[in-house]
């Protein structure tokens, strides 16, 4: 073999990644979330880079930027070079943000990158409560108007709708206090500040195995497999149910070789038996979809939810 040509597969084969790609043309990556440490945003994205950083041979490291119901976040990646050097996590929030308060920069500022799941929501309260089930709590906020209080996370946040959407629906005039991120709006409910709260299972899940909280209903269609003794909100004569994404998007204008990368990488890791051991213990759903998938997607999901909000009266 001649020495150029040697030279040449050398180089080749330093540049691929874990799973045969063109290297990434980062070896650092931040990831921005708006959620607080502990909130399901940021335990996402921690789990996410444990298994997925071998394989696009990347050193993630996740920061944590509070603030303006996830508009300083937003805004922090949406002013960075588009190089593939840092990703905001997306949830239904940082659209919701841009529909109710209309923020410098909105979820339109970004480019969806990739979705990678559905993340069920559930309605929970401490294990001392009095309420053994979700229409316990809401006969108790009924016959004692404006007594109740539930706890949600952010102000422009899915779970903060849903808990307005739950207060309209069965009537129950609760007051609802949104926090920076499920973290804080569960030690409210560990101390008794709430009668309720609302999150992913990840969010709750060590609570839940320590028997400090208790889970109510779960806002699906159908009951979770690996929860099946959980009741959904409508067995139990409540019509919510909530659709709740997670995944990433990144400033305007990525180059292709990012894109696809990050598609091959969510690819291989949610084939990753590991990781799916660990996202199946937090109910989460795969739902792989590329950048074009993913950007169709948040169209859709945007005038829904825009709909939505003039149903309730809070954008015109």
Known sequence: MRPNT???IVITLACTSAWGQAAYPHKNVTLVTHSSPGGGSDVFLRALAKHLGPKMGVNFAVENVSG????????????????GSMFYATTPTYIQTTLLSKPTHGYDSLMPVVNVFFDPEVIYTRAESPHKSLAD???????????????????ASLERIAMERLNRITQARAVIVSHEGGGDQMIGVLNGTYDLGIGEIQEVRSQLEAKKV???????????????????????????????FRGLAGPKN??????????DGIQAVLADPAYRREYARESLVP?????EEAGRFTTKFAGELAASL????LVK
């Not at 303006?68 to 190089?83: E, F, I, L, M």
């Not at 690996?226 to 149910?241: K, N």
């Not at 990012?258 to 598609?263: E, G, P, Q, T």
């Not at 003039?310 to 009266?313: A, I, N, T």
Request: hydrophobic content about 40%; charged content about 20%.
């Open 287 to 291: 739902a792989h979809m590329g950048h």
């Open 137 to 155: 709590a809401i006969a108790h906020a009924k016959s004692n108007p404006g007594k109740g209080r539930w706890g949600a996370s952010n102000p």
């Open 310 to 313: 003039r149903e309730l009266g």
């Open 6 to 8: 040697l030279l040449a």
């Open 214 to 244: 208790r889970l109510l209903a779960v806002l699906t269609e159908r009951r979770l497999p690996d929860l099946s003794d959980l009741p959904t909100a409508r067995e139990q004569g409540t019509d919510l149910v909530v659709t709740k």
């Open 68 to 83: 303006g119901s996830g508009a300083r976040a937003v805004s922090r990646v949406a002013q960075t070079p588009a190089d």
């Open 254 to 263: 990525l180059p292709p070789n990012v894109l696809k990368a990050w598609s």
